[in-house]
């Protein structure tokens, strides 16, 4: 059995989780405190990877990151024809696949503290960064944390959207679903055990350990 599936699976869930609370915070701020009357359509594009097939979500990045769309003009600066089938596709793909795992907890935690920690910040005359950075972001990590396991679990095991995207490229693209995938079309049943089964136990420890950090944290606000 090679390692490569596995060590390119956790290069790709640990780069998109970093990518996700980076670009997903703002936009979580954004959504929990903005009176904009169109940010719940701004949410429920974010959202929509909950409800939308991943093979059309693949297709349609597909055709972006192709060598006819916005993808194929930005991988020639460097010279490269198409970001699809490429680990660069992957990133971007997942981003977009796991943003709501992501935002949606971020931005239920933003909303639980209410508006009276930051308004007792501003009468200290705290900036609104040093607001953001030493009162709001305290108060909702609870929520960033059940965000970057989730975001990191769901890419894990992604298999439609990676797969429609960057297809099966050993070393490049071919990550631990698609690996999966491939053991079991050829048969070869032990190999495909083998990974499964450390799938099913990576998906335990995960949801069991972001679930007694959880606990230890609301105890901790007690």
Known sequence: MSWQPIILTLELAALTTVILLIVG?????????????????VATVVALPLVLPPTVLGFYLLMLLG???????L???????SMAFTFEGLVI??????MP???QPIRNAFEAFGDRPLEAAATLRASPLDT????AV?????????????????????FGVVLMIGGNIPGQTKVLSVAIYDYVETLQWDEAHLLAG?????????????????????????
């Open 67 to 73: 060598p006819n769309g916005p993808g194929g003009w």
């Open 25 to 41: 915070t703002p936009l979580a701020w954004w959504l929990a405190r903005s009176g904009a009357w169109w940010k719940e359509a």
């Open 132 to 135: 953001f950075f030493t009162v």
């Open 101 to 103: 795992f992501v935002v």
């Open 75 to 81: 991988a020639s600066l460097w010279g490269a024809r």
């Open 93 to 98: 793909g997942s981003v977009l696949y796991s």
């Open 198 to 222: 450390g799938m099913l136990v990576f998906s335990f420890t995960v949801i069991l350990t972001m679930m007694m950090l959880e606990k230890r944290i609301g105890r901790g606000r007690r």
């Open 138 to 158: 305290p108060l909702a990590r609870r929520g960033f944390l059940t965000g970057a396991v989730l975001g990191f679990a769901h890419t894990m095991g992604e």
